[in-house]
């Protein structure tokens, strides 16, 4: 059977069809629990801040939902947060803020960055992986995100959520 360029292209487009249904899941997934993460930091220090005070909750509120504090300045909160007040979450998991970090650092990532679909890469026909592309100090940077590594933040997501809930129970806002 010969092969025809047809086919090739054909097979090409199919690759690079799954190739960005992959990358698409993945930043998908990646900016849902993300949210996640961030609407529980808000939920924690709304109601940390603002015990007993009901009047002040909704401005507290508004300060930690403002969609202008962004992901990492929240995560600087928590830091401050258990470590000043509740440095037995730290002992409890050792990780959380190293966690939360990459989490943070990887999400900015994700967001400003593009699916690398240069010939290059895709000539390798990887399927256990994606690569993006963006820009840091003014260089284009490559960023190759495996299978692995994606199933290894999932984890540290599920490890910071539970972190997270606990903090929520010491605080009594279950």
Excluded: C, W
């Excluded at 994700?110 to 000539?123: A, C």
Aim: hydrophobic residues 40%; aromatic residues 10%; charged residues 25%.
């Amino acid at each position: 059977m010969k092969i025809r360029k047809e086919d090739l292209i054909n097979e090409q487009n199919i690759y690079l069809a799954t190739y960005q249904e992959k990358a698409a899941h993945f930043r998908g997934r990646l900016i849902d629990v993300s949210i996640t993460v961030e609407m529980k930091l808000a939920e924690v220090f709304t109601n940390f801040f603002n015990q007993d005070e009901i009047k002040r909750k909704f401005m507290y509120s508004s300060i930690f939902t403002n969609s202008e504090l962004s992901f990492s300045s929240k995560s600087k909160i928590l830091s401050e947060l258990l470590t000043s007040f509740h440095p037995d979450i730290l002992s409890l998991f050792p990780d959380i803020l190293e966690n939360l970090n990459h989490i943070v650092h990887l999400r900015q990532l994700v967001d400003h960055s593009m699916v690398d679909s240069s010939p290059e890469f895709l000539r390798h026909r990887y399927n256990d992986r994606i690569q993006f592309t963006y820009f840091s100090g003014g260089q284009p940077q490559k960023l190759v995100v495996t299978d692995e590594d994606f199933n290894a933040s999932m984890r540290r997501v599920a490890m910071v959520t539970l972190a997270l809930d606990h903090l929520k129970t010491i605080l009594n806002l279950n």
